[in-house]
């Protein structure tokens, strides 16, 4: 890696539970490219003032990860079409103190959706009701998904997303199932309350033919193992990752890596994960 000099170009990320995937996969095709960038992760204690060191500090990117995809609106210049289409932030970039929104989310969940041939017709269950499962949700929509229930606690959020796609709702998964399983919540996450719960009990992934979990750290998260064991088609938060953060590094940079590039820092970015 290039030495630490004042001359450096900044990106952060901020979330609440920060992981080496971004610094990882960035910071390898930075050094790949021979930029003299640099790439570190964060947890907040307060996002305002965070927001305002990214304006400050002359920060170029900023990544934003749960659960501030939402709240991060309020704190920015401009939203880009991406972002204001599903109100929701994953991607900041810093244009001389004037900080624009975008959303990668999407366009990596709908990449992943069309990869694997998920077939429209098929039923789905999206665990979630943030900002990460907004992304998801319009990204189903759009590939033409119509037969989607929402799964949320909270039923003002829960509902509301439902209705803004055309979607059922429910409060709980708990004895549905359905062909494709998407969990787009914090449950299975490393170093939280549930990272070694199941999103989806045992009956739903047996009768399912998809499971595809959005949480990233681990790769193999406990849905993730049971979706492997159970021999159906998983899709897994490291490959939304991968592809969210290749159109965050263009953005960024301006530059966009070869395959053979992106490859190598996906590698890269798992062996640490």
């Not at 929701?88 to 694997?116: F, K």
Request: proline share 3%; net charge negative; with cysteine.
């Amino acid at each position: 890696m290039t030495t630490l000099n004042k001359d450096m170009t900044l990106c952060i990320s901020l979330s609440a539970r920060p992981s080496n995937n971004g610094t990882r996969f960035h910071n390898f095709l930075y050094e790949a490219l021979d930029l003299n960038w640099i790439y570190k992760a964060f947890a907040p204690t307060d996002l305002g003032q965070a927001i305002a060191g990214v304006r400050g500090l002359g920060i170029r990117g900023c990544a934003i990860s749960m659960p501030y995809k939402e709240e991060v609106i309020a704190l920015v210049d401009r939203m880009d079409d991406s972002a204001t289409a599903i109100d929701s932030v994953n991607t900041i970039v810093n244009d001389g103190g004037v900080l624009t929104a975008y959303n990668t989310d999407y366009s990596a969940i709908a990449q992943l959706i069309e990869r694997n041939a998920l077939d429209p017709s098929s039923t789905v269950l999206l665990r979630g009701s943030g900002g990460m499962a907004k992304a998801t949700a319009a990204a189903f929509r759009d590939a033409g998904f119509a037969q989607v229930t929402v799964v949320a606690r909270n039923e003002e959020a829960g509902r509301g997303l439902a209705d803004l796609y055309g979607f059922a709702w429910a409060a709980d998964a708990e004895g549905r199932t359905a062909d494709i399983l998407v969990n787009v919540t914090p449950i299975g996450m490393a170093g939280g309350a549930e990272e070694h719960s199941l999103s989806f009990d045992e009956p739903a992934v047996a009768a399912a033919s998809v499971v595809f979990d959005v949480v990233a750290l681990p790769a193999e998260t406990p849905l993730v193992r049971a979706g492997r064991a159970a021999g159906k088609t998983v899709i897994t938060g490291a490959e939304v990752a991968t592809l969210q953060a290749l159109e965050q590094f263009v953005l960024y940079t301006g530059i966009r890596p070869s395959a053979d590039q992106v490859r190598a820092a996906e590698e890269h970015m798992r062996a640490g994960a």
